[in-house]
């Protein structure tokens, strides 16, 4: 069993749509991080959090560490939101700790 | 600033032959990381510097592959001999350890590998 699972595994969208994509992970963490993989492959780190909520633009970030849990939202979602996002947590207190969620496929049709 | 800057961006060897990646971090930051990607396994963590030093290579997956980062702003992947499966884009990160931008990862474009 992967100890970073995150849902669904593919998503499609209507334009405007209010999204949602879940992370569960079962070890204990100092920070989790949220990553955007564009169509054209880079990764863009989209948020680091290890408690409460972070909001930048359109997206959203909150984590509930008793639950072991992190959700990213985006709002108005937009064609270009299309992406693969990662979900990674750091663990055991080291930067380079990192262990990554398979992704979600995000697709917003227009 | 560039970014983290990797070469090549492509790369076709034959297998057995030694395959080097390379990666010049974000100036001022001082830990760089390398990770594969596949499509089996998702992303990987292969190995993490701080400030030059090798500080966990346990992702490392065998001998054949060996990393250095001689100095702040180069560092190197190397795979002798290379074999199909290793076959997958690897990318290289750098965060700083300090300031607003803390232990945020910034990414490389990738290289990706095809070993025939």
């Known amino acids: 069993k992967n100890e970073v699972e995150q849902s669904p595994q593919n998503l499609t969208a209507q334009e405007g749509e209010f999204i949602t994509i879940n992370c569960s992970y079962s070890v204990g963490i100092s920070a989790l991080h949220w990553l955007q993989q564009h169509p054209g492959g880079g990764i863009v780190s989209l948020f680091m959090?290890?408690?409460g909520k972070k909001k930048h633009g359109r997206l959203i970030a909150t984590i509930n560490i008793q639950e072991k849990h992190s959700s990213l939202h985006i709002t108005a979602s937009h064609p270009r939101d299309s992406a693969v996002y990662i979900c990674a947590v750091n663990y055991g207190g080291s930067q380079g700790n990192l262990i990554f969620g398979k992704g979600t496929k995000l697709s917003v049709k227009p | 600033d560039a970014g983290v800057i990797q070469s090549p961006r492509h790369e076709v060897t034959e297998m057995g032959q030694e395959v080097t990646l390379r990666c010049k971090p974000i100036s001022g930051h001082n830990s760089l990381f390398w990770y594969r990607q596949t499509m089996m396994r998702g992303l990987e963590l292969l190995i993490y510097f701080n400030n030059n030093v090798p500080i966990d290579d346990s992702g490392m997956p065998e001998d054949r592959f060996s990393a250095k980062m001689p100095n702040a702003s180069f560092s190197t992947l190397k795979i002798q001999p290379s074999e199909p499966r290793d076959s997958a884009v690897y990318f290289c990160?750098?965060?700083?350890?300090?300031?607003?931008?803390?232990?945020?990862?910034?990414f490389g474009a990738g290289t990706r590998l095809s070993v025939l």
């Open positions: 959090l290890s408690s």
């Open positions: 990160a750098s965060s700083p350890r300090q300031g607003r931008a803390k232990n945020i990862q910034y």
